[in-house]
């Protein structure tokens, strides 16, 4: 049973695309965190939300409360936001569960 | 700007041995998180850590695994006794209350 699931797995884009990844979740949450997994394997945490939107950058991440679904968008996309990108949730307590991530390839 | 630093960043190990992975976590946060990754596989938590005690663990985190802040700065995931299907990257993570997490480097461990 996965808590979290992302959409899509795999995306490549062309430089400039508008790219949206989407997370729904099953448990009840006090936040969602998404965050950026580079080729090294190193781990960045990108937003945490609670409820609405926020922007930082070329990224901007939605969640919708009542429908428990998230939406991480990448404006003029960029080579270099190529990366996995994982949504994860806290439920009530102190626990995580992670999506299984979505792979994004920007080329050129 | 402050950061979580893991050590050792890799470390290979015979089954059945000990292993103390750790963590120096940013010094004002509050709690504190281990998580693993095997390799190909998704992000998983084992355990969160506030105030001096385990606040969540999950079904992964068995009698093998254990943690201590023994000195108000290291965080320490030890295992007991190493399996094969322990290998995996290990991920320390830290966050004050109310704020997203830091996650450290990393600690590669490979059981043979």
């Known amino acids: 049973k996965n808590e979290v699931e992302q959409s899509p797995q795999n995306l490549t884009a062309q430089e400039g695309e508008f790219i949206t990844i989407n997370c729904s979740y099953s448990v009840g949450i006090s936040a969602l965190h998404w965050l950026q997994q580079h080729p090294g394997g190193g781990i960045v945490s990108l937003f945490m939300l609670s409820s609405g939107k926020k922007k930082h950058g070329r990224l901007i991440a939605t969640i919708n409360i009542q429908e428990k679904h998230s939406s991480l968008h990448i404006t003029a996309s960029h080579p270099r936001d190529s990366a996995v990108y994982i949504c994860?949730?806290?439920?009530?307590?102190?626990?995580?569960?992670f999506g299984t991530g979505t792979s994004l390839t920007v080329i050129p | 700007e402050p950061e979580v630093t893991q050590t050792p960043s890799h470390q290979v190990t015979q089954m059945g041995q000990e292993v103390i992975l750790r963590c120096v976590p940013i010094s004002n946060h509050l709690y504190f998180y281990w998580y693993r990754q095997i390799l190909g596989q998704k992000v998983e938590f084992l355990v969160s850590?506030?105030?001096?005690?385990?606040?969540?663990k999950s079904e992964i985190f068995d009698d093998q695994f254990s943690v201590e802040r023994p000195d108000g700065s290291n965080f320490t995931l030890k295992i007991r006794s190493t399996k094969l299907e322990d290998s995996a990257m290990y991920f320390c993570a830290s966050r004050p209350a109310g704020e997203t997490q830091y996650f450290g480097p990393g600690t590669r461990l490979l059981v043979l």
């Open positions: 994860a949730v806290r439920n009530t307590g102190n626990q995580f569960y």
């Open positions: 850590f506030y105030n001096n005690e385990i606040s969540e």
